[in-house]
């Protein structure tokens, strides 16, 4: 769920993941298949539509040997239990998607963050 609805993702390696604020779309080294023809990163709004294709991420994990840098700005998840809630609809437990690793979150301004 986390990578179908988040507004902005970036994965990077260690020592090369941008500012918090000045991140872009890049899901390259989370999957080949999330990159153009000329291998540039494709559109947040491309990678939520291949993320609709439950095939796509089968047996994709999140690496502990990656940065993951998420934009989300929306009220459905309560950081707090680590839950996906959408209005009594659905109530989805996202600790199993995390692979039982931890979420840090940095909240920041964007006209003060540095």
């Known amino acids: 769920p986390l990578v179908a609805s988040c507004q902005l993702m970036n994965v990077s390696l260690p020592g090369r ?5 000045q991140a ?3 899901m390259r080294l ?6 153009d023809k000329h291998n540039r990163p494709v559109s947040a ?3 939520k539509k291949w993320c609709d294709v439950p095939r796509n ?7 502990t040997d990656k940065i993951y840098t998420v934009h989300i ?8 239990n680590y839950k996906l809630s ?29």
Not at 17 to 21: I, V
Not at 57 to 63: H, K, R, S, V, Y
Not at 99 to 107: A, D, K, R, S, V
Request: include cysteine; hydrophobic fraction near 45%.
């Open 73 to 80: 700005w929306q009220h459905f998840i309560d950081f707090a």
């Open 17 to 21: 993941a941008p500012p918090m604020a």
């Open 86 to 114: 959408l209005g009594g609809l659905l109530n989805m437990d996202l600790a199993p998607g995390l692979n039982g690793q931890p979420l840090q979150l940095t909240i920041c301004d964007r006209k003060v963050c540095e």
């Open 30 to 35: 989370f999957s080949p298949a999330l990159a």
């Open 57 to 63: 991420l089968e047996g994709i994990t999140f690496d």
């Open 45 to 47: 709004a491309k990678r």
């Open 24 to 26: 872009q779309e890049d």
